[in-house]
């Protein structure tokens, strides 16, 4: 399994990776959960969590569950 991206806090503690799966760039934490989705448009990446709703930056969806 490839990694895309490894996510880091301000501090350089890792704090989730996104990964491809089936074609999607499904976000995991350091616990191996599930919290959410990524969708780049028009360069620019919007994050989702589970259920599909938005959320403002990866962080609010990494570190505030």
Do not use: P
């Not at 959410?36 to 969590?49: A, H, L, P, R, S």
Request: charged content about 30%; glycine content about 10%.
């Amino acid at each position: 399994m490839a990694y895309l991206k490894i996510f880091s806090s301000g501090g350089g503690r890792q704090i989730g990776e996104m990964r491809i799966i089936d074609n999607q760039n499904i976000i995991f934490d350091m616990k191996g959960n599930k919290v959410g989705y990524c969708v780049v448009t028009n360069c620019k990446e919007k994050y989702y969590d589970t259920e599909g709703r938005i959320v403002e930056t990866l962080e609010d969806l990494l570190l505030h569950k």
